[in-house]
Protein backbone atom coordinates (compact mmCIF):
# COMPACT_ATOMS: atom_id res chain seq x y z
CA UNK A 1 0.00 0.00 0.00
CA UNK A 2 1.75 3.20 -1.19
CA UNK A 3 0.09 6.53 -2.28
CA UNK A 4 1.85 8.67 -4.39
CA UNK A 5 0.92 12.40 -5.23
CA UNK A 6 2.94 14.55 -8.14
CA UNK A 7 3.02 18.22 -7.53
CA UNK A 8 5.06 21.12 -9.64
CA UNK A 9 3.74 20.98 -13.24
CA UNK A 10 2.54 24.16 -15.27
CA UNK A 11 3.51 25.72 -18.26
CA UNK A 12 6.33 27.35 -19.41
CA UNK A 13 8.07 28.53 -22.03
CA UNK A 14 10.64 26.88 -23.74
CA UNK A 15 14.35 27.01 -22.24
CA UNK A 16 12.94 27.20 -18.48
CA UNK A 17 12.49 25.12 -15.67
CA UNK A 18 10.75 22.97 -13.55
CA UNK A 19 11.15 20.60 -10.74
CA UNK A 20 8.51 18.00 -10.06
CA UNK A 21 7.84 16.44 -6.70
CA UNK A 22 6.06 12.83 -6.10
CA UNK A 23 5.53 12.54 -2.21
CA UNK A 24 4.92 9.12 -1.28
CA UNK A 25 3.36 7.84 1.61
CA UNK A 26 2.47 4.10 2.76
CA UNK A 27 4.68 1.20 3.12
CA UNK A 28 7.84 3.56 1.69
CA UNK A 29 10.13 0.91 3.79
CA UNK A 30 10.03 -1.32 1.24
CA UNK A 31 10.35 0.85 -2.13
CA UNK A 32 13.22 -0.31 -4.75
CA UNK A 33 13.03 2.12 -7.20
CA UNK A 34 11.19 5.29 -7.79
CA UNK A 35 10.45 6.58 -11.16
CA UNK A 36 9.15 9.08 -13.76
CA UNK A 37 7.15 8.51 -16.95
CA UNK A 38 5.21 10.59 -19.04
CA UNK A 39 2.42 10.50 -21.84
CA UNK A 40 1.60 12.91 -24.35
CA UNK A 41 -1.71 13.34 -26.20
CA UNK A 42 -1.91 10.54 -28.65
CA UNK A 43 1.58 8.81 -27.64
CA UNK A 44 2.33 5.70 -25.49
CA UNK A 45 3.60 6.25 -22.02
CA UNK A 46 7.56 6.34 -21.56
CA UNK A 47 9.92 6.26 -19.51
CA UNK A 48 11.67 9.44 -18.43
CA UNK A 49 14.01 9.04 -15.33
CA UNK A 50 14.44 6.25 -11.97
CA UNK A 51 16.24 6.18 -8.88
CA UNK A 52 16.95 2.87 -7.46
CA UNK A 53 16.53 3.20 -3.86
CA UNK A 54 19.43 0.79 -2.70
CA UNK A 55 22.52 2.63 -3.90
CA UNK A 56 21.03 5.73 -5.63
CA UNK A 57 21.76 4.39 -9.35
CA UNK A 58 20.21 6.52 -11.91
CA UNK A 59 18.86 5.93 -15.37
CA UNK A 60 17.51 8.53 -17.75
CA UNK A 61 16.09 8.24 -21.55
CA UNK A 62 18.33 9.09 -23.76
CA UNK A 63 15.57 12.18 -24.92
CA UNK A 64 16.28 13.61 -21.19
CA UNK A 65 20.29 13.30 -20.53
CA UNK A 66 21.65 16.31 -19.64
CA UNK A 67 18.65 18.35 -19.17
CA UNK A 68 17.10 16.49 -16.24
CA UNK A 69 17.92 15.68 -13.08
CA UNK A 70 16.46 12.69 -10.77
CA UNK A 71 17.01 12.92 -7.00
CA UNK A 72 15.86 11.61 -3.78
CA UNK A 73 15.20 12.66 0.09
CA UNK A 74 15.04 9.80 1.67
CA UNK A 75 13.61 11.11 4.88
CA UNK A 76 10.66 12.84 3.25
CA UNK A 77 9.87 9.78 1.40
CA UNK A 78 10.00 11.96 -1.67
CA UNK A 79 11.69 12.15 -5.31
CA UNK A 80 12.18 14.63 -7.78
CA UNK A 81 12.75 15.40 -11.07
CA UNK A 82 14.50 19.13 -11.74
CA UNK A 83 13.89 20.03 -16.06
CA UNK A 84 16.42 22.39 -17.69
CA UNK A 85 16.32 23.17 -21.21
CA UNK A 86 12.75 22.48 -21.95
CA UNK A 87 11.53 21.64 -25.18
CA UNK A 88 8.08 21.67 -26.63
CA UNK A 89 8.31 18.14 -27.17
CA UNK A 90 8.59 17.47 -22.99
CA UNK A 91 5.00 18.46 -23.16
CA UNK A 92 3.42 15.53 -21.52
CA UNK A 93 1.43 14.35 -18.41
CA UNK A 94 4.23 13.05 -15.86
CA UNK A 95 3.79 10.61 -13.68
CA UNK A 96 5.73 9.12 -10.95
CA UNK A 97 5.77 5.20 -10.38
CA UNK A 98 7.01 2.93 -7.49
CA UNK A 99 8.50 0.04 -7.23
CA UNK A 100 7.69 -2.66 -3.96
CA UNK A 101 11.03 -4.14 -2.73
CA UNK A 102 11.15 -7.95 -3.02
CA UNK A 103 14.22 -9.94 -1.68
CA UNK A 104 15.50 -11.95 -4.16
CA UNK A 105 14.51 -10.09 -7.08
CA UNK A 106 16.66 -8.70 -9.59
CA UNK A 107 15.37 -5.70 -11.78
CA UNK A 108 17.17 -5.54 -15.16
CA UNK A 109 15.19 -2.79 -16.61
CA UNK A 110 13.81 0.09 -14.53
CA UNK A 111 12.68 2.15 -17.67
CA UNK A 112 9.61 -0.70 -17.51
CA UNK A 113 6.31 0.73 -16.79
CA UNK A 114 5.31 -2.62 -16.48
CA UNK A 115 7.72 -3.39 -13.82
CA UNK A 116 6.59 -0.69 -11.52
CA UNK A 117 3.52 -1.50 -8.97
CA UNK A 118 2.14 2.05 -7.89
CA UNK A 119 1.31 5.31 -9.83
CA UNK A 120 0.44 8.94 -8.88
CA UNK A 121 -2.11 10.75 -10.35
CA UNK A 122 -0.43 13.05 -13.30
CA UNK A 123 1.24 16.10 -13.55
CA UNK A 124 0.47 18.40 -16.72
CA UNK A 125 3.93 20.33 -17.61
CA UNK A 126 3.26 22.16 -20.98
CA UNK A 127 5.82 23.90 -22.55
CA UNK A 128 5.95 26.45 -25.15
CA UNK A 129 8.00 27.72 -28.02
Known amino acids: QVQLVESGGGAVQAENSLRLSCAAS????????MGWFRQAPGKEREFVAA????????YYADSVKGRFTISRDNFKSTVYLQMSSLKPEDTAVYYC??????????????????????WGQGTQVTVSS
Open 26 to 33: GRTHATYA
Open 51 to 58: IKWTDSTK
Open 97 to 118: ASKVLRFGITVDNLGDKNLYDY
